[in-house]
């Protein structure tokens, strides 16, 4: 018997067990985007952003509501212009982080 009788089928069942994990990973990488604030409701906890093409989300340039958490919404400004991530959080569209752009 040589190493690969015994090395190779384990490293086989390691790759094919790491695959859903590569793949969720893949998921969660979400592009970042242009855009320009249009409206912040920190009471309702929403962004109100006209973007480019989101493709993660297979969504067209639009203006959207979004969901966002407290400390996005706090530094985002009407008429901002800037780059942000959006994913599906519990069914909602939802602002995952956001930078300004100068």
Do not use: W
């Given at each position: 018997?040589?190493?690969f009788?015994?090395?190779?089928?384990?490293?086989?069942?390691?790759?094919?067990?790491?695959?859903?994990?590569?793949?969720?990973?893949?998921?969660?990488?979400?592009?970042?985007?242009?855009?320009?604030?249009?409206?912040?409701?920190?009471?309702?906890?929403?962004?109100?952003?006209?973007?480019?093409?989101?493709?993660?989300?297979?969504?067209p340039?639009?203006?959207?509501?979004?969901?966002?958490?407290?400390?996005?919404?706090?530094?985002?400004?009407?008429?901002?212009?800037?780059?942000?991530?959006?994913?599906?959080?519990?069914?909602?569209?939802?602002?995952t982080?956001?930078?300004?752009?100068?």
């Amino acid at each position: 018997m040589n190493i690969f009788t015994h090395t190779l089928p384990r490293l086989l069942l390691a790759a094919a067990l790491a695959l859903p994990a590569i793949g969720a990973l893949a998921q969660d990488a979400a592009p970042q985007v242009q855009g320009e604030i249009r409206k912040v409701d920190a009471g309702a906890g929403k962004l109100t952003i006209r973007h480019a093409e989101i493709p993660n989300l297979e969504m067209p340039p639009m203006t959207m509501v979004f969901r966002a958490a407290p400390e996005l919404l706090a530094k985002a400004r009407e008429g901002d212009k800037v780059r942000f991530t959006a994913q599906r959080v519990d069914g909602a569209l939802t602002v995952t982080s956001l930078e300004t752009q100068q």
